[in-house]
């Protein structure tokens, strides 16, 4: 499968927890995105790499969010201490930098209770 | 206003009908536009990429868009059961930022 893959598909956390999101993107891929989505709303951007930088990230991310990128191939997204409102779909996906469509993969569906 | 406007739905159309979903958008730096299909509890499906005005065709899925009217279209033609699915338009931009519409769920009735 030569698709985006992340890891786990499913987390349920208690409130406080620390949780972490894994990201493969598309292997010749060198843009990779962070996005939340919850019930009923379009994907909301969260952050962005080019290889491994972090080149912009939301102002409505708090500082519980952080994403890495460390070699420019996978990424990881920690949320620290977490809240109930941060329950949602989490997605990742990777573009080329040409004409820079992205490509979705399956989320993980983050529950906290 | 949000940036980017689209009917929640739902839509329910009987099979082999013609679809038609929509968006309008007010920004007018918008160049190109894209539209997803998403099922439930997965992620986005890039269906359609398009840039500036006009149309583009792909099987059965016809994109167009309206920059003068800042209008974007999906239409789905001969449409299945297996269409049935929530549809985002999205929007970029600047050189990577995509900008969603909430979706529009779509009811393909056998």
């Known amino acids: 499968d030569t698709g985006v893959s992340q890891d786990p598909r499913h987390k349920i956390t208690k409130r406080g927890q620390n949780v972490t999101f894994r990201c493969d993107p598309i292997?010749?891929?060198?843009?990779l995105y962070w996005y939340r989505q919850t019930l009923g709303q379009g994907p909301e951007f969260l952050t962005y790499f080019q290889n491994e930088a972090q080149l912009e990230k939301s102002r409505l991310l708090s500082d519980r969010f952080s994403a890495e990128r460390p070699k420019g191939s996978f990424s990881t997204l920690e949320i620290q201490r977490t809240e109930q409102g941060d329950s949602a779909m989490y997605l990742c996906a990777s573009s080329s930098a040409g004409t820079g469509e992205q490509y979705f993969g399956p989320g993980t569906r983050l529950t906290v209770t | 206003q949000k940036e980017v406007e689209q009917d929640p739905g739902p839509l329910s159309v009987p099979e082999g009908a013609i679809v038609s979903l929509n968006c309008t958008y007010s920004?007018?730096?918008?160049?190109?536009f894209m539209w997803y299909r998403q099922y439930s509890r997965k992620g986005p499906e890039l269906l359609m990429y398009t840039y500036s005005s006009g149309n583009k065709e792909d099987g059965r899925f016809t994109a167009q868009v309206d920059k003068s009217s800042k209008y974007i279209s999906l239409f789905i033609r001969d449409s299945q059961p297996s269409d049935s699915a929530t549809y985002l338009c999205a929007m970029k931009f600047s050189n990577y930022q995509l900008i969603w519409g909430a979706g529009t769920k779509l009811i393909i009735k056998p």
């Open positions: 292997s010749e891929h060198n843009r």
């Open positions: 920004n007018s730096a918008f160049q190109y």
